[in-house]
């Protein structure tokens, strides 16, 4: 099996076979094909959303996606959440040497497919080698322009108190998906990373439904943490319900097996949108009419208790702090 | 498996349960748990808040993280110093502070080679694939983790591994519930036994606390139910003066325990006197590997410098386990001591006192 060699950084002949034979075979398109040191993009009058985001997850291949799908998905949600329609991307790789080409080819070849069903063009790249060692296997960053549609007004300023919390589907998938092939744990579970391009569907819901607030996708920490991020801007408190919140069968055996809680762990495809109580009922049917969304929910509350803070009320009828992830979440040890 | 779980989270079943508890709770008293996780258990689904004013819960020294003493983080740090040494160790230990804000965080971020693993078998098994390295488990744990570190020793005396070691900071459990419950500073009136323990050690150690001490004692699963259910059986014996030990874990927990598990341990180890955070020297309550097994005690090969350990100025840890205080009467509570900059073991570790009251409220 071919691999990749600190040749293929070079600049040289292997190099732009690398370019041609991958990356300009799989991601090609009128602006990339012109290989120009810069893409040259058309005019358009909206303002402009840009965004950027590195990818260093390991294993690289994990159940349910693989690095360059999360390369794609999360710069589309990063834009897609703050009303912009994803268009552009850049790419940038940092491969290590001794990378399988077959496995490259395999994420690139993956990039391209959620490229085209997000709808958007890579038009520039870049490649680098690293000698062994220095990187682990693939880094990808991804850079994204969107062009914010009229009439959308997103934002947390624009949040107050009434206004319901929702839950565009499951938590916690992605995070047990990629722990149950750590080599550490390597335990059996059914749970499939949520990784997906939520741009289409939250286009679908912003052009149907008014009232919403503000939305943000619930990567890194879960949801526990994007709720902090919400409320410490604010004057205002969350308040959770702990029972609404949507969680798979086998997530919640892995959480309960390892002493985790859904609520820290990672998602790559979940959006928690604040959105006018008198706007959520039709803002959950958009979504759940969308293979995306089909378990949204609504979870809490904004409150005018508790400022600052993220309350969580439990199926004893009890409430606690719902706190910022702290550290890394690790399983206990009895 | 959710289904089993289900069952004993019933909402309805809990809210019954606590209205007895109501019911019958007619004066103030203390009851301990002296298990993480019965500690996280309780203050995530808010038990303490249902039972009524008159019954406090306070926790005791249920983390085997939280009473590891300064001097065995700082032997820790020692062997992360050590080249061609690698640490093998769970999570929990990963950010305890030792003398000076040392921790194994920062060890490997310098270049040790520091592994979290989930058992002590996979140390096994990096020690036969690596040869070239040596590898050390950093046993910690009561009676529950110490079989899995014994089963270990004996996998790799039989594979003849000679770059196989553990650190045995094991603990076990009667002593120092004796040495609590001796102290009168915490005044307990009765004691939720630990589930995981009772199951691998048996229900009898429990008999001089009923016996000697009069304290009654509820062995107790993990599920809200099971938790409600030892707090009205021991708010019950208490009103009526009653000290008695039930199992009320009945689904897991034997009077014997699990006689295979104390076989291997009894095969490995013997007890030997160690030093408990907050709670100080406990005769016959740590374990040490017996003369057949002894090379394999990392301390029996290797030197470790000892330092002059130095324990946080302010920190109340010691009083938090014994029972005596709880966590808002630290004054780096909340405030300096956090999960992301613990000065103190009940903080780091995720099931100590500390971390269950700044995560989920007091």
């Given amino acids: 099996m071919s691999k990749i060699t600190l040749a293929h950084g070079s600049g040289g002949r292997l190099t732009q076979e690398l370019i041609e034979n991958i990356f300009f075979k799989h991601l090609g398109n009128k602006f990339l094909n012109k290989n120009d040191d810069s893409a040259i993009l058309p005019k358009e009058v909206a303002n402009i959303a840009f965004t950027t985001d590195s990818f260093v997850i390991k294993p690289f291949f994990f159940p349910g996606g693989d690095i360059g799908k999360l390369s794609i998905c999360g710069t589309v949600n990063d834009l897609a959440v703050n009303g912009a329609t994803p268009k552009y991307i850049g790419c940038g790789f940092i491969l290590e040497e001794g990378l399988d080409m077959e496995d490259l080819v395999k994420i690139v070849e993956s990039m391209a497919h959620w490229a085209k069903v997000a709808g958007v063009d890579i038009v520039c790249g870049d490649t680098k080698v690293v000698e062994k060692n220095s990187a682990d296997s693939i880094f990808i960053n991804t850079s994204g322009i969107g062009f914010l549609r009229d009439g959308l007004d997103l934002g947390i300023g624009n949040i107050s108190v009434g206004d319901r919390i929702i839950v565009t589907g499951n938590i916690a998938d992605h995070g047990i998906a990629l722990l149950s092939k750590r080599e550490v744990f390597d335990f059996e579970s059914e749970s499939l990373s949520d990784c997906a391009p939520l741009n289409h569907m939250l286009t679908a819901l912003t052009d149907s439904v008014k009232g919403i607030r503000f939305m943000r996708d619930a990567t890194r920490g879960g949801v526990a943490t994007t709720l902090n991020e919400i409320a410490k801007h604010n004057n205002f408190g969350i308040m959770v319900e702990e029972e609404r919140v949507p969680v798979s069968d086998s997530a919640r055996s892995a959480c309960e097996l390892l002493g985790l809680d859904p609520m820290y762990i990672a998602n790559e495809g979940k959006v928690l949108i604040v959105i006018d109580k008198k706007s959520e009922a039709r803002a959950l049917a958009v979504l759940r009419n969308n293979e995306y969304g089909k378990n949204a929910a609504s979870i809490g509350e904004i409150t005018q208790d508790n400022p600052n803070m993220v309350c969580l009320r439990t199926p004893l009828g009890t409430t606690r702090i719902l706190g910022m992830l702290t550290s890394d979440p690790i399983p206990r040890i009895c | ?362």
């Fill in chain 2, 1 to 362: 498996m959710l289904k089993f779980i289900d069952e004993y989270r019933d909402k309805g079943l809990c809210m019954d349960i606590a209205e007895k508890i109501r019911a019958i709770s007619k004066r103030k008293i203390k009851i301990m748990e002296v298990c993480g996780g019965h500690t996280m258990a309780i203050r995530k689904n808010g038990i303490h808040k249902i039972i009524g004013e008159n019954i406090k819960l306070i926790s005791g020294p249920g983390c085997p993280v939280c009473v590891t003493s300064i001097e065995d983080i700082d032997s820790i740090l020692a062997l992360s110093r050590i080249k061609g040494l690698v640490i093998c160790t769970f999570g929990d230990i990963f950010n305890v502070p030792g003398t000076k804000g040392a921790t194994l965080a920062k060890q490997r971020a310098q270049g040790a080679d520091v592994r979290i693993v989930y058992s002590a078998k996979d140390v096994v098994e990096f020690a036969g694939s690596e040869r070239d390295k040596n590898f050390v488990f950093i046993s910690i744990g009561f009676e529950t983790t110490a079989p899995t570190a014994a089963a270990a020793i004996l996998q790799a005396a039989e594979e003849d591994l000679n770059n196989f070691y553990i650190l045995s900071l094991n603990k076990t459990m009667p002593q120092a519930l004796k040495a609590i419950l001796e102290d009168n500073r915490a005044d307990i009136d009765g004691l939720i036994c630990p589930g995981h323990v009772s199951t691998i050690a048996g229900i009898d150690m429990y008999n001089f606390i009923v016996d000697k001490l009069r304290i009654p004692c509820s062995v107790t699963g993990f599920e809200p139910t099971d938790i409600l259910t030892s707090i009205y059986i021991l708010t019950e014996l208490v009103e009526k003066n009653q000290a008695k030990l039930v199992n009320a874990y009945k689904r897991a927990v034997r009077k014997h325990g699990n006689e295979k598990a104390l076989s291997i341990m009894d095969r490995v180890f013997k007890a030997s006197d160690t030093q408990w955070r907050g709670l100080g020297n406990i005769p016959g309550s740590g374990l040490l590997l017996k003369d057949e097994y002894l090379r394999f005690d990392v301390l029996h090969t290797f030197k470790v410098d000892k330092v002059a350990s130095i324990p946080e100025n302010e920190c109340i840890c010691g009083d938090i386990l014994r029972g005596a205080k709880i966590p808002s009467e630290c004054r780096l509570f909340r405030n300096i001591c956090t999960p992301s900059n613990p000065r103190g073991a009940c903080m780091v570790s995720s099931e100590g006192s500390c971390a269950a009251a700044y995560r989920y409220g007091d």
